[in-house]
């Protein structure tokens, strides 16, 4: 049977401890979520993905059960992607599938890119790492960057970016209108904000390097980075593209169409590589 509650383990990462939820048995699926977020905005989605597979559901540092950086106003996505490698390897994974939503997907494809031999599988979701920058978008990101607008927004902008209004959609709007009053949160999603137009943000030009199967799964309705799905299709060639009529969260929004598509995609046959074991 599956383990509907999970058991919870602790690594330590350059940015501090970083809770990991445990659930179910066989291969490896981790798990990243966005920014702001945490691991339970996978919850309509996590039991059916146990039942075949050890799924690890990440809280990144300063969201759900994993305290803030010791300098929160400096974090940034790179941070967060930089400590992947860390979690992964505290984990005791040497190969895993990931799933990546926004800051976390944008973590899970450069890990992708710089550690080839660790990812099974690659589901990017909304992803990161792949707007074509303008002036405009630059100018909202600086501004969304500030504590001040993004304390503004509290309660208010994941009413416009999830489009869908499911049961764990509903938790989710809760969990982030409860925020209001948390400085030190509010300080890590304003800062991974600013990070956004950061030249190492961009992973268009490095993409192309990825060669673990992956799957574009888009929600198509997604304001802040629905467009970026173009983005993502040139710049990973090999990609599958699965485009969803959600917002950003297609895995909350719509699980039924989300499990649809990604339950065979984690379920073919792995390439085999000589040595190669997921523990």
Do not use: C
């Amino acid at each position: 049977m599956t383990d509907t509650a999970g058991t919870t383990s602790t690594v330590g990462t350059a940015l501090g401890p970083v809770v990991v939820t445990v659930r179910g048995a066989g291969t490896p699926v981790l798990l990243l979520h966005a920014n702001p977020g945490d691991g339970r905005d996978y919850a309509a989605v996590v039991p059916a993905l146990a039942e075949r597979h050890t799924t690890y559901t990440v809280d990144w540092p300063g969201y759900g059960n994993s305290p803030a950086p010791p300098q929160p106003g400096t974090t940034t996505a790179m941070a967060y992607a930089g400590i992947l490698p860390a979690v992964v390897a505290g984990l005791g994974l040497r190969r895993t599938a990931l799933i990546g939503n926004s800051v976390g997907g944008y973590a899970a494809a450069r890990l992708a890119i710089t550690h080839p031999e660790a990812v099974t599988a690659l589901i990017l979701v909304n992803s990161g790492g792949f707007t074509r920058h303008n002036p405009l978008t630059r100018a909202v990101a600086r501004l969304k960057g500030t504590e001040t607008m993004t304390r503004a927004l509290v309660g208010r902008l994941p009413r416009l970016y999830l489009r869908e209004r499911t049961p764990v959609v509903q938790e989710m709007l809760a969990r982030d209108q409860a925020r209001r009053g948390d400085r030190v949160g509010i300080a890590v999603e304003a800062a991974i904000w600013r990070s956004f137009t950061n030249a190492e943000h961009d992973l268009r030009s490095r993409a192309a390097q990825i060669t673990a199967p992956t799957l574009l799964l888009w929600g198509t309705r997604d304001p802040l980075l629905g467009q970026d799905g173009r983005s993502a299709r040139r710049s990973i060639p090999h990609a599958t593209w699965h485009p969803l009529p959600t917002g950003h969260a297609p895995f909350a929004e719509d699980p039924q169409a989300f499990l649809a598509a990604v339950r065979p995609f984690l379920d073919r046959p792995e390439p085999h590589t000589p040595g190669a074991s997921s523990r």
